[in-house]
Each structure stands twice: as structure tokens, then as C-alpha cells.
């Protein structure tokens, strides 16, 4: 269950309300659509949930809501439409969206940016095949009857030189041939338009950003004898043109793309598949932040995240579907399901090797010179369209702050580059009995993240070494009592634990333990629930859930970071509580209802 666009604490716009689409407790028309019979164009104004876009290109808006679709609606228009033709169908759709957008521009999310999607997609269906082809342009434009300002995007990236306690998602820094040394109009043609004029460094701030992507798709099945067993092979490309800054002529150009091969064999009861992925890490740069939200607040930001999605930075969100296209990733992947028992049972199982395609060090290292063309100060960072939201950049202070060691020599160059790896696997089963009418369900998912790290703590390989894993694993019971009711109970339980500490939030502790490998993440979500599903007749129906979340922090309070909240400094053997005050344990009930009459 989910609020309606118009009603949804995530669907805000641009104005500053604590409160967005306050109050949640009220009517709302949602959509309107009409339909033009003789040809079957179909026209849908306000909000939407389904379009023919591949995935690869534009998904939507990630939903924050536990147990919630997987994504929110799209508000603005769709236009549709289907012609038939002697060798097969051609359908064709034209989209355009408003987007949620920032709140607060104190809080680093731009107040004065509305983003605007507008796309399309053609597709050609013919026996046992379809191609397609799509189209999509991003873009902040103004908000509120303001000009469009420059550079308001700005805790999702470094001020570089001067960061503040902690890590930020991105590590971009103006490339060569933007620096002061070249006039730019003040700074206002830099790709990263926050920087001090007097100075390379300085607020990070960039936008507003605009974005084109096109793509293609394609996909067959052969039969395979006459007992409906078959074979498919498919394939989707796609690009991005990216500008975080749209006054500047500096972009950033990336691709990603997925090969599969499959089949359905013993009359449709055994699925396999293989694919291979790669996603550059400039693909699909385009940053997206979660509205502020009132009552959602961690460090002085009003921010929302799913605990366990490691496949994006917290708090924002891509316009591509980044669980089956995960930024700077390459590899293979396995799936395979098997239905028994006259399909009363299932068991599957998947598997995913995939490595880093690019190493996390940075593409730019100037040295401060007094050469045209040189930066002030030396510039260490990635040019902007870099993205990897657990393999971040290797340890500097300039990047990560004064409570950062330095992976670097006197010449810039890295003292160590490894790849990521990341290892995903899952196995679970389902049985359905007729009589009693009972279904269970079992599931269990790893995703785990591995970077080594040569270096001591003084040299950054606290920082560098990541070592995650991400467990969750389900069991639920339905029960169908008769026609009108079905029952249902289970438990939902997640872990997320390990070392990741980008910033080098505990260089201090691991100084004086001497190791870069222990845990200061280790984080258990408990939640079993109960729920049901009630026919009150033909039209009408209701259901609720009843869900208790127990969320325990694991980590030892001896395992302090460097810094307390208000940014003073922590010694070793001070309990006053720091900038992790470890443990996080809380516990809460959930409660959700929907009621749906159909006229």
C-alpha cells in the first residue's frame, strides 16, 4: 500500500513545506484518461504507474514506503497507441513527468529546481520477437516563478578542501580546464559552479543538470520441438549524455548494456537464464534527491533511505532501474526456477559474480602549479558523472576532511588500486496445499561486497578495505478460510554488517585496535507480521497489516568514531557519546489499511 502521488510524503515538489502534500488525509483526482475507440489512443493526464520504458533507461522514483510498490507514480502525461500490421503490431508512447524533487536548499536539497521528464519509446512486435527503441531527456528547469539559479545542488557532493565530518555520495571536482586560471564567466561555466572563485576548492554545489539517453532493445524465442519447450536470447543498449551543469560544455558520456540467453524446458516447469551486464560509472549520472520531509531527520538532514539498498547512494535515487543495472558493474548472473507437483510447488535459486569495471581512483590529480591551465591547490577527486555507492574514492583529506588519512604520494599517485567485487546469491521455495488452502513461502538473499586494502590505518586502508554483507530471509503462511477471507503471518528478518568507512570516521579506533578489518557496521531488522484480505463483496474489498519493526545495532560502544555530533573531537576511553553512539536499537509498529470499491 501506498499513498496516491498527490497525497505522498515523497511525491513533494520544490516548495519548502515540512510537510509535503500535507495533509496526507484527503480526496485527490489522481488521474484522468480517455481513450479514442476507432483508433485506441490512449490518453492519461495526472498520475501513472505503468509505461512501455525499458528499465534500462528511465524506471521512476524509488519508493521509500516499507512493503510499498517498488515504485512511485509518474505525474504529468502518457500518450499511447498500438497499429496492426500484416507482419506484426507497432506500438508507440510519448511520456512527460514532474518528478519529486528537493526541499530544503540549507539542507543541500535545491529549492529552486523542478525536474522535468519527457520521453518515448517505439516498439515492432512480430512472431516471437520485439525490438524497441527509446528516448529520454532530464533537466532541473526553475521553480516557484524563480530564474534558474546555478549551483544549488549541495550536500550531495564534496566541498572540496574543507569537508565537514563524514563522507558525502559524490567525490567531484572540476576537471582540467575549469579552473581559476580560465575566466569561465566567473565560475558559472565550471561543471562544479560552487567552487571559490579565488580558489580551486570550495562548496561542491553543482546543477542545474540536464540529461539525454536513448537505448535499444530486442529480444526472441525459438520453439523447440512440440512440447512447448523454447529458447529466447535478448539484449538492451542504451546511453546517456550527461552535464551537471547545463551552462557548461563539459559532459559526461556513458554506457550500459545486458545480454541474455534462456530457456523454458519440461513443458514450461523449468526456467533458466545467464546474462551479462556492464554499466559504466558515468552512465545515468542524473542526481536525484528525496524531498525533506518533517520527522525523517538524521544529522541535521530531513532525509529517508532504504537501510538495506546498497545498489544507490542514501537518500537519492536514479532515474534507471539500478537493482538490475548497478552503477560500475560488470559480470554474469544466474536464475533458474523449477515447478513440482502439478505446479503446487516451486523452488528457485539465483547467483550474481560481478566486478568493479572501473577501480575507484580518481580520474583527476593536478598539481598546484603556476603554468596556464594549473589549479591553486592540488585537485584529487572524479570528474563529474563518476558513480559507485559502495566502492567510494581512496582516502585524502582534501576530499574527506581533516579526520582522513592520505592514500597518496607527494605526487598524487595512489599507493594502492584494487577492484571491487561484488557477490550475490539466493535460494528459496513455495508450496500451495488444496485442502487446507495454505501457501508457504521461504526465501533467503546474500549480497556481499569485497575491496582489499595493502595499506596501515596511517595510509588510509581503513578507509579503503570494504568488506559488506547484506542477509535477509523471509518465511510467511496464507491461509485462505473460505471465499470472503485469506490470513496470512510471517517474519522478515535483514542484516547488514561488516567495515565501510570511506570518510575515515574511525581512523582513530582502528589506530588503536592496529587493524582495518572489524566491524563497525552491524545492523539486524527484525519483523514478523500478520495481516488479511476480506471480499465484502463483488466490488469491494479490504485489507490490513499489522508489522513490528526490532531493529538492533550489534556494534560494540567501544567502537567509537573520531568526532562527536557538534564535530568536537573523541579521545580514546571518553564514553560521551560520538558521532556513532552506537547502539541504534529501535523498535516500532506499522499499520497499514486499504479499502478499494470499484464502481
Not at 529552486?112 to 512480430?126: K, M, V
Not at 496464507?478 to 510471517?490: F, I, M, V
Not at 519483523?527 to 463483488?538: E, K, R
Amino acid at each position: 500500500v501506498s499513498a496516491p502521488y498527490l497525497c505522498n510524503q515523497f511525491g513533494g515538489s520544490s516548495s519548502v513545506n515540512s510537510l509535503n502534500n500535507a495533509p496526507y488525509t484527503r480526496m485527490v483526482l489522481d488521474n484522468f484518461w480517455v481513450i479514442h475507440n476507432p483508433s485506441g489512443i490512449k490518453l492519461t493526464l495526472g498520475a501513472y504507474s505503468e509505461d512501455n520504458m525499458d528499465n534500462i533507461l528511465f524506471a521512476g522514483q524509488k519508493n521509500l514506503s516499507a512493503f510499498g510498490p517498488d515504485y512511485l507514480d509518474r505525474f504529468g502525461f502518457n500518450l499511447s497507441g498500438s497499429h496492426a500490421f500484416e507482419a506484426g503490431v507497432l506500438r508507440w508512447e510519448v511520456l512527460g513527468s514532474r518528478i519529486s524533487t528537493f526541499g530544503d536548499q540549507d539542507y543541500g536539497y535545491a529549492k529552486a529546481y523542478d525536474t522535468d521528464i519527457i520521453g518515448g519509446d517505439i516498439a515492432f512486435e512480430f512472431g516471437g520477437g520485439q525490438v524497441k527503441v527509446n528516448f529520454m531527456r532530464a533537466a532541473n528547469e526553475a521553480a516557484n516563478g524563480d530564474s534558474l539559479g546555478i549551483g544549488l545542488i549541495n550536500d550531495a557532493n564534496l566541498a572540496y578542501g574543507s569537508t565537514a565530518v563524514g563522507a558525502t555520495n559524490l567525490q567531484w571536482v572540476n576537471p582540467s580546464g575549469y579552473y581559476k586560471s580560465a575566466d569561465l564567466e566567473g565560475g558559472n561555466k565550471r561543471p562544479i559552479p560552487g567552487w571559490d572563485t579565488t580558489a580551486d576548492l570550495g562548496n561542491g554545489a553543482f546543477g542545474p543538470q540536464s540529461m539525454f539517453g536513448y537505448g535499444i532493445s530486442a529480444n526472441y524465442k525459438w520453439d523447440i520441438g512440440e512440447s512447448g519447450n523454447e529458447i529466447y536470447a535478448a539484449g538492451e543498449y542504451a546511453r546517456t549524455e550527461y552535464k551537471s551543469n547545463k551552462d557548461s560544455d563539459y559532459s559526461s558520456e556513458g554506457n550500459a548494456f545486458r545480454v541474455e540467453v534462456g530457456a523454458n524446458l519440461l513443458e514450461g516447469d523449468l526456467d533458466l537464464s545467464l546474462a551479462y551486464v556492464s554499466v559504466d560509472p558515468n552512465y545515468d549520472p542524473f542526481v536525484n534527491m528525496n524531498p525533506y520531509v518533517n520527522g525523517l531527520e538524521t544529522y541535521g538532514r530531513y532525509s529517508a533511505f532504504n537501510l538495506m539498498n546498497t545498489n544507490y547512494y542514501s537518500n537519492m535515487w536514479s532515474l534507471h532501474d539500478t537493482e538490475v543495472y548497478p552503477h560500475n558493474r560488470e559480470g554474469i548472473r544466474f536464475n533458474g526456477q523449477w515447478r513440482f507437483d502439478d505446479r503446487h510447488g516451486l523452488v528457485w535459486a539465483k547467483a550474481a559474480f560481478l566486478n568493479q569495471k572501473e577501480s575507484s581512483l580518481y580520474d583527476v590529480r593536478e598539481q598546484a602549479g603556476t603554468v596556464a591551465g594549473a589549479p591553486t591547490n592540488y585537485v584529487l577527486g572524479f570528474a563529474p558523472g563518476f558513480m559507485d555507492p559502495v566502492f567510494y574514492g581512496y582516502a585524502d583529506p582534501s576530499v574527506y576532511g581533516a579526520q582522513s588519512a592520505s592514500s597518496f604520494d607527494d605526487n598524487l599517485n595512489a599507493l594502492e588500486d584494487h577492484k571491487g567485487k561484488q557477490t550475490q546469491y539466493g535460494i528459496g521455495a513455495s508450496y500451495k496445499w488444496d485442502n487446507p488452502r495454505l501457501k508457504l513461502d521461504l526465501g533467503y538473499n546474500r549480497n556481499e561486497f569485497k575491496r582489499d586494502s595493502d595499506l596501515a590505518v596511517a595510509q588510509g586502508g581503513s578507509q579503503n578495505y570494504v568488506k559488506l554483507n547484506n542477509d535477509n530471509f523471509h518465511i510467511g503462511l496464507g491461509w485462505e478460510a473460505n471465499d470472503q477471507w485469506t490470513l496470512r503471518a510471517g517474519c522478515d528478518m535483514v542484516n547488514m554488517n561488516g567495515h565501510w568507512d570511506p570518510s575515515g570516521a574511525y581512523n582513530q579506533f582502528a589506530a588503536s585496535i592496529n587493524s582495518i578489518d572489524f566491524k563497525n557496521i552491524d545492523v539486524q531488522q527484525t519483523i514478523p507480521f500478520i495481516g488479511f484480505d476480506c471480499d465484502l463483496s463483488a466490488n469491494t474489498q479490504w485489507n490490513m497489516d499489522f508489522r513490528y519493526y526490532d531493529t538492533k545495532d550489534k556494534v560494540d560502544a567501544a567502537t567509537f568514531a573520531n568526532f562527536r555530533q557538534d564535530g568536537s573531537a573523541q579521545t580514546i576511553g571518553d564514553t560521551t557519546p560520538g558521532y556513532t553512539n552506537h547502539p541504534f536499537s529501535w523498535y516500532g509498529w506499522q499499520v497499514t489499511t486499504q479499502f478499494k470499491v470499484k464502481f
